[in-house]
Structures are given as C-alpha cells and as structure tokens.
C-alpha cells in the first residue's frame, strides 16, 4: 500500500510525515523536474507501507511546477491512500481540495489538523458530523503535540471511494436539519 500526505502549503503535512515514518526516508527530486520530495516507510498493522510527502498545492488545478508534481504524483499512483491534511482553522479551503480528490475517486482520510490554532480562534468543528456528510474518516489533530496521530492511522484501512452525490445529498438534509425543515416540512 503506498499512502500520500496531501494538502495545502503550510498544514502540517512534513510534521506528519516525519512523526509517521522511520529512519528510511529519501529526498529526491520528482523526475525531470527541481521539485523535491520526500517519501518513507512506516507500518499499519504489520504491513509495510510507503509514506509520500507531497508537495503543497491549492487544488488539482496545478499554479506551478510544485503544484504539477502533486498532481502528477496522485495520478502515477495506483492502490494508493490519501491523507487530506487539513488546516482546521481555514477549513473551507482545505475542504476544497479533499473534494476534488474524493470526486477523482481516491480513498481518502481527512486530517483535521492545528486544531489548536482553530480553538485560540474560537473555532470548533464536529468532526463526527462532518464524517457522516463526507463518509469518510475525519480525525482532528494537532501534529506537533502528537495528539490524534494514532486514531488516525489505526481509520488508514476504512479509506474508501465515496459517491460525491452522496455528499450533496447528507449536505443538504444537514443544512435542512439545522433549519427544522427535515422531514418533509415546507
Ligand atoms: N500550532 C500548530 N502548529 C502546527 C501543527 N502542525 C504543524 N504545525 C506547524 O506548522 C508549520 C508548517 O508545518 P509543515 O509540516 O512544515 O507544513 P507542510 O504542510 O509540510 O508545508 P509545505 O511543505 O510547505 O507544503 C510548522 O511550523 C509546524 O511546526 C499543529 O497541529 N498545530
Ligand atoms: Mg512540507
């Protein structure tokens, strides 16, 4: 199983990277091109798998030579894992991106990462309902303190493909829900 660490710049994703695997890390630099990652080892339930630091990017829509190996290196890759690394504190941005990966088909599991930063901002996201509406696993973490790293490593394996209508469909009767419009009621 080969897993990708993907996100925006800045969330968190080499300090994931670096807590995850061990000493057999390499750097090199994405064929043709002055790009640099990272790739490692690490292993989930006695089965060795290959760890990729992607490098940053916004969207699928690759800006930049950077942003172009990202998107190269999700679509070379076959029986692969995402680990949409999320900054809970810009959460709607990074949600962006996760949907288009989840829409591309990919398993993914989402980490809800600086969840200390999002709480000094009085930002509190339900992880658990957010899960029901994408399906997917969501973890909130703060990866320098270590926190929620082991949850989600042990949700890895319940990755799976998800229908994005599904998505607009748990969308829309949350927000009806949250009206007092479920059920029926005009
Ligand atoms: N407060 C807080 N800081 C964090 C957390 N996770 C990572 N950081 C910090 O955020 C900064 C960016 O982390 P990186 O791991 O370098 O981010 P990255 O996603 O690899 O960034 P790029 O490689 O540029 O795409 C570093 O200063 C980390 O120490 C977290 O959960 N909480
Ligand atoms: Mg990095």
Redesign the pocket.
């Known amino acids: 199983m080969k897993i990708l660490?993907m996100?925006?710049?800045?969330?968190?994703?080499?300090?994931?990277?670096?807590r995850l695997t061990g000493a057999n890390v390499t750097e090199s630099n994405y064929p043709g091109t002055t790009v640099d990652y990272t790739k490692g080892w690490m292993k989930i339930e006695g089965e060795d798998v290959e760890l990729i630091?992607v490098?940053?990017t916004f969207s699928l829509d690759p800006k930049d030579r950077a942003e172009e190996v990202a998107v190269a290196m999700l679509h070379e890759s076959k029986d692969v894992r995402v680990i949409s690394?999320i900054d809970a504190s810009k959460i709607e941005r990074g949600l962006y991106l996760a949907m288009e990966i989840l829409e591309e088909g990919y398993p993914l599991v989402i980490a809800l990462?600086?969840?200390?930063?999002a709480e000094d901002k009085n930002i509190v996201i339900d992880a658990g309902k957010l899960e029901w509406i994408l399906g997917v696993p969501v973890v909130s973490?703060?990866?320098?303190?270590g926190?929620g790293i082991k949850e989600l490593v042990s949700r890895i394996r319940e990755a799976k493909p998800v229908d994005v209508a599904d998505i607009t469909a748990n969308t829309a009767s949350t927000a009806d829900a949250a009206a007092g419009t479920a059920g029926g009621e005009v």
């Open positions: 660490l996100g925006h710049p800045n969330v968190g994703k080499s300090v994931f990277f670096n630091d490098p940053g690394v990462n600086m969840r200390d930063v973490t703060v990866a320098i303190a926190e």
